[in-house]
């Protein structure tokens, strides 16, 4: 794999480095004084009584975010793990007949008519609130579930809920970061799909149902939300709370909140589209940069919905023929990839192009939809984009607050047909 850079390469100057190096001493004393006893990052604590704060075993900890893309080729099942601090390309277990591919900021999922492959990418964030830790360990298989036909898998910090139209299969956190996903639990009833939040299940109905349920870990009912969700299409995982996707907006679930109450410490509330959308102009799958609370979806063909979960509003942003679109957050601009290949930059709140770069970035053969394997992707952290082209089995790091400027570039053996980033 080749990794080319754009020039001039402004944060490698002499000047940019001395400043880099003297943050990161920094912020290193101040992970150490934050977490308590243990010593610096990446250095080894003298041995005591209990572990340090924050320790995993068999993980190193990181001063800095650490970041990997988890690519992989559709046609033949081959997977990457491009690290995107070292620049290597990774190979892991090929996983035939793959047909998506979902994360959850640690794993890799990759499903398939054979079920779902579990990667654990070995990169990951924890968040205290006032400090986080970041962490590096060896990039390994997890296992697969005996999921079959369409799967929706959900996490949060203790577990992982895959939901097919069979029902739901609830595996441990900690068994799968041992390397491992076991057989699982099942829950009780069927659902179109399952979120664990705040130590309980968001059960979403099916289409024929409306009312969202609040279940304990083990699956009995605790709540029925009063605020309906009808025909529930996608959902995201906020700072705000989870937002679902629904007939004529979005359900916003917090746990308390001031919206429709349900007296069992959980609550709703609806954020209606602006007018009338058309079922094929609905926000049908979220996406949003890993903690933050500004969501994007297609809306239609030629245009793109946003999400301001903090002010509860909806914007739609006319980009024209789009095949992938991402928003880092508030002040960043929008990121639509045209059916064209280029890959522009709009400001939300008055829907004018900005920058644009020809990226050439296209599917790999007629006739593949956004979000298909073999359509071009976008995803965004709070500093960059990435790109991947599948065509030209390619990966562009796109710096968005630069005019779009393309940082680096990645060439790749496989082609990047599905793409999801993890470690933020």
């Known amino acids: 794999m080749t990794v080319r850079s754009s020039a001039p390469a402004r944060r490698r100057a002499p000047l940019v480095l001395a400043l880099t190096a003297s943050l990161t001493a920094v912020l290193t004393a101040v992970l150490a004084t934050g977490c308590g006893a243990g010593g610096e990052p990446g ?54 007949g793959v047909t998506a591919l979902t994360g959850d900021g640690r794993f890799g999922f990759l499903h398939s008519p054979g079920g779902v492959s579990v990667l654990d990418t070995g990169v990951w964030t924890v968040d205290h609130g006032d400090h986080v830790h970041y962490y590096r360990a060896d990039i390994r298989a997890a296992g697969r579930t005996a999921a079959r036909g369409e799967a929706r898998v959900r996490s949060d910090e203790t577990l992982t809920a895959v939901t097919t139209a069979e029902g739901t299969a609830l595996h441990r956190r900690d068994g799968m970061e041992k390397g491992g996903i076991g057989a699982g639990r099942t829950l009780p009833g069927r659902y179109a799909t399952v979120i664990p939040f705040r130590e309980h299940l968001l059960a979403v109905p099916g289409p024929g149902g409306a009312a969202v349920s609040v279940l304990d870990r083990e699956g009995r009912e605790r709540a029925a ?52 959308v058309p079922a094929s102009e609905r926000a049908d799958g979220f996406r949003l940069r890993p903690g933050g609370d500004t969501l994007t979806a297609l809306a239609g063909d030629d245009s793109v919905w946003v999400l301001n979960v903090t002010d509860r509003a909806w914007k739609r942003v006319e980009t024209g023929p789009v095949l992938a679109a991402g928003a880092a957050g508030e002040g960043a601009p929008l990121l639509a990839l045209g059916a064209d290949g280029a890959l522009r930059a709009f400001d939300i ?44 089995r390619r990966i562009a790091e796109i710096d968005y607050n630069d005019s779009l400027r393309v940082a680096r570039s990645f060439d790749l053996d496989i082609r990047p047909d599905l793409m999801v980033e993890t470690g933020r």
């Open 43 to 96: 250095r080894t604590p003298e041995p005591s009584a209990s572990p340090p704060h924050g320790h995993v075993e068999g993980a190193r900890e990181s001063a800095e975010q650490q970041s990997r893309l988890v690519l992989s080729d559709s046609a033949t099942g081959d997977t990457r793990v491009l690290d995107l601090i070292t620049g290597k390309a990774h190979p892991v277990p090929a996983v035939a």
């Open 225 to 276: 939300l009063r605020t309906p969700c009808r025909d529930p299409r996608g959902d995201a995982v906020t700072r705000r709370g989870v937002v679902l996707g629904c007939a004529d907006g979005a359900v916003l679930v917090q746990a308390g909140g001031d919206g429709n109450g349900d007296g069992n410490g959980f609550s709703a509330v609806a954020i209606p589209y602006p007018s009338d």
């Open 349 to 392: 709140e008055s829907g004018e192009r900005t920058a644009e770069a020809a990226l050439k970035a296209l599917p790999v053969r007629e006739g593949v939809r956004p979000g298909e394997a073999g359509a071009p992707d976008i995803a965004v952290d709070h500093s960059r984009a990435y790109v991947s082209d599948p065509a030209g």
